[in-house]
């Protein structure tokens, strides 16, 4: 016999059937609308209105893993010679030489491994092929205090030797650590460095913490920087953790966490503050830079790269793909001709597939390749995990 109001405590097989049947029809209407209506308006520059279309997986393209028993990858490097190397966060650089993932880690590095913190980023200096030079992020303690740093190594073939500081003493704790590294098309270091859970260091132009850094090779403040002999490039950021440049403007692009709301998407202008902790997402006021997109609910945003090579697709060439941590997913953003300096659509691929996702890389073999982060303590790791994966087509 139905029942018209639902009262607490009595056994009712009716009320859940009526709320799940409920639910289907909501849930189906929804997607019924999403259907009818692909995108909302994108380039306006309102940093956040365009809805994500979740998709299943590409047409004809296809996933393979690379390599599997990695723990928490967290960066790749492609070396000129064919070697992947694979940023572990307790502590090791992996490599993937000639397909197999070799036992014996690279390079060993001393690193405080805690919740978030540990080793990060890497990234090779533009003429690796001449010097050896890779560089790398991680998180140290001196004392009772954390802190991060990049540090310069140098490849001899099996392995990397000559362990040298380049620049310490970035604010660090055991989360909001940024150290995504990268070179840009100008040959100079970009760091990213997150607020280390005190968000007043963000909006203080004398702390290295909340910042993307834009060094040289060997860590100094180049001549036009836009506070002079200062490293900061721009200011006011939480914890960005992905950093690309689009293949056809050079635009630089960084992918940011937000607290409870706002992940953000930032196109990076030399000098400006992005706004944490005053303001987030695209708040319109001047004193700040809005972001291009800004994702509430959040997704815990992660790494990112700009497609373009000949594994992908024609349609996917200057796309911007990020991964997500916590809502397990790889996030496809078009952006609006001809300047691609808003968003016009994004898809959500993957969805819950391979589980928690973070690092995202162009190949340079026209593939885009991304890792699973299931065993960081806040995933549930599945057989093979953790995995670096392919992207592209058969
Ligand atoms: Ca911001």
New binding site residues.
């Given amino acids: 016999m139905p029942e018209a109001v639902a009262g607490h405590g009595g056994l009712n097989l009716m009320r859940p059937l009526t709320i799940y049947s409920l639910l289907t029809i909501l849930a189906a209407l929804a997607l019924s609308a999403a259907a009818c209506q692909p995108f909302l308006a994108g380039g306006d520059g309102n940093g956040g209105t365009v809805a994500a279309e979740v998709v299943a997986p590409p047409g004809g393209l296809v996933v393979e893993t690379v390599v599997e028993g990695l723990e928490i990858p967290w960066d790749l490097a492609f070396t000129p010679d064919g070697r992947i190397l694979v940023t572990e966060r307790p502590g090791r650089i992996r490599v993937v030489k000639e397909g197999l993932l070799q036992d014996v880690p690279y390079a060993t590095i001393d690193v405080f491994h805690r919740s978030e913190a540990g080793l990060m980023g890497i990234a090779l200096h533009p003429r690796f092929a001449d010097n050896g030079y890779l560089y790398v992020c991680y998180t140290y303690r001196s004392g009772r205090d954390t802190y991060n740093r990049v540090a310069r190594l140098t490849d001899r073939g099996d392995h990397a030797a000559d362990h040298h500081v380049i620049l310490d003493g970035i604010p660090g704790d055991t989360r909001h650590d940024g150290c995504r590294i990268r070179f840009g098309p100008d040959g100079y270091l970009y760091v990213t460095t997150g607020d280390a859970t005190d968000p007043g260091l963000s909006q203080d132009l004398h702390s290295l913490a909340g910042k993307v850094l834009r060094m040289t090779a060997d860590g100094d403040a180049p001549p036009d920087n836009p506070f002079p002999g200062s490293l900061v490039f721009t200011w006011?950021?939480?914890n960005p953790q992905g950093l690309d440049w689009h293949p056809e403007t050079g635009d630089l692009f960084i992918t940011?966490h937000?607290p409870n709301r706002?992940d953000?998407v930032?196109l990076l202008r030399p000098g400006g503050n992005?706004?944490?902790p005053e303001?987030?997402?695209a708040?319109g006021d001047p004193e700040?830079?809005?972001?291009v997109l800004a994702l509430t609910p959040t997704v815990a945003i992660a790494g990112a790269a700009f497609v373009s090579g000949g594994g992908m697709p024609a349609s996917w060439q200057g796309n911007l793909v990020f991964a997500a941590l916590k809502s397990s997913h790889l996030q496809r953003v078009t952006l609006e001709p001809p300047d691609y300096r808003a968003a016009a659509s994004r898809q959500i691929m993957f969805q819950g597939r391979y589980g928690r996702l973070r690092a995202v890389f162009m190949g340079p073999d026209g593939y885009l390749y991304f890792t699973t982060s299931n065993r960081d303590g806040r995933g549930s790791p599945r057989q093979g995990d953790d995995r670096l994966l392919r992207l592209g087509l058969p």
Avoid at 288 to 291: E, F, H, R
């Fill in positions: 006011g950021h939480r940011e937000g706002d953000e930032n992005y706004g944490w303001v987030t997402g708040a700040y830079v809005d972001s």
